[in-house]
């Protein structure tokens, strides 16, 4: 499949009604959800996205538990920033159950990346390795999952931090896209995960 089609399934497969922020901490861009079912992506894909959901412990494939920006399928990157604002804000308050667990493994092993900005900072949401360069034309290695633990919700990214604009037959990228740009949002929000 080529990555114009790619994106295409996926436009057609988001559902009609965008996320709009009820405050200033929502999505600088509309974010659309996707129904799991619906999701036009490989198997390997939605089964580990399942996997993070139904995961018990903290979800990760890393060859070491401390690496960061590891490339391979499932591992946890890194602590993701969320900036700019794509993603609604995860909730605040007291941690319980797997969203503790998920947020001392981040501490633990994690804290150096925080957006590869050395922080210490946990902010509620991990960001995973979703291909391999074989996927999709420009590298699936670009597909990005990101779990909100604080939330239980899931977000996938095509193209890392890219957005597009695409006509008739072409698709062109642009690296992350400003508010009010006409962008679509690099990310969509999957729902119903089974």
Same mark, same amino acid.
């Given at each position: 499949?080529? @990555?114009?089609?790619?994106? /295409?399934?996926?436009?057609?497969? =988001? *559902?009609?009604?965008? #996320? ?7 999505? #600088? ?13 490989? /198997?390997? &894909? =939605? ?9 018990? +412990? ?6 070491? @538990?401390?690496? &960061?920006?590891?490339? *391979? #399928? $499932?591992?946890?990157? /890194? ?5 700019? =604002? ?5 909730? +605040?308050?007291?941690?319980? +159950?797997?969203? =503790? ?5 981040? /501490? ?20 995973? *390795? ?6 999709? $034309? ?28 695409? !006509?008739? !037959? *072409?698709?062109?990228? #642009?690296?992350?896209?400003?508010? +009010? ?8 929000? &999957? !729902?119903? &995960?089974?």
């Amino acid at each position: 499949m080529s @990555s114009f089609a790619f994106i /295409q399934g996926l436009e057609a497969a =988001k *559902t009609v009604a965008e #996320v709009i922020p009820v405050d200033h901490n929502g999505p #600088v861009l509309p974010l659309y959800p996707i129904e799991f079912r619906s999701l036009p992506v490989d /198997q390997k &894909i =939605k089964d580990l996205m399942s996997a993070i959901m139904r995961s018990s +412990g903290a979800y990760d494939m890393s060859e070491r @538990s401390t690496s &960061i920006g590891d490339d *391979t #399928v $499932g591992a946890m990157r /890194q602590i993701h920033s969320n900036v700019p =604002k794509y993603l609604p804000t995860a909730s +605040g308050g007291a941690l319980s +159950g797997r969203a =503790k667990v998920y947020d001392a493994y981040a /501490q633990a092993f994690k804290h150096h990346s925080a957006d590869r900005g050395g922080g210490s900072a946990t902010t509620g949401f991990v960001e995973y *390795t979703a291909g391999d360069l074989a996927m999709y $034309g420009w590298g699936g290695n670009r597909f990005r999952i990101v779990f909100n633990y604080r939330d239980s919700k899931l977000y996938f990214a095509p193209l890392h931090y890219a957005s597009w604009t695409l !006509t008739a !037959t *072409t698709i062109t990228t #642009v690296d992350k896209p400003k508010g +009010g740009s006409g962008h679509p949002n690099p990310f969509f929000w &999957i !729902t119903n &995960i089974k």
